[in-house]
């Protein structure tokens, strides 16, 4: 049971990026899948998550309006799709999921989550 993260790289502030998050050893079926942030020295922060029908996601209020969380059940993957950067969002990305085919629980909460990937790193330069 794994989740892989990647997509991470250095970008200038305003620019793009789209991570990845795959599931292998088990289908993201009832799962939410959610991205939590850490940069250095802070604590880690929820991002965004969404359920497996995709008809329910969620966002922080600092990434609304610029990121957005989407899957494909074709590839058990989950993706983050970033624009306008800043460099405030430079940090850790990790994904990770729980058992919740609602999303009404406190996803915003990195201990409901009980599978965790390791994070790609995002730099956003100024």
């Known amino acids: 049971v794994q989740l892989q993260a990647s997509g991470g790289g250095l970008v200038q502030a305003g620019g793009s990026l789209r991570l990845s998050c795959t599931a292998s050893g088990f289908t993201l079926s009832n799962y939410a899948t959610g991205w939590f942030r850490q940069a250095p020295g802070k604590e880690r922060k929820f991002v965004s998550a969404?359920?497996?029908?995709?008809?329910?996601?969620r966002y922080s209020d600092s990434v609304k309006g610029r990121f957005a969380i989407s899957r494909d059940k074709s590839k058990n993957t989950v993706y983050l799709q970033m624009n306008s950067l800043r460099p405030e969002d430079t940090a850790m990305y990790f994904c990770a999921s729980y058992q919740d085919p609602y999303l009404d629980g406190p996803y915003y909460s990195g201990k409901l989550y009980n599978y965790w990937g390791v994070g790609t790193l995002v730099t956003v330069s100024s």
């Open positions: 969404i359920i497996w029908s995709g008809t329910v996601t």
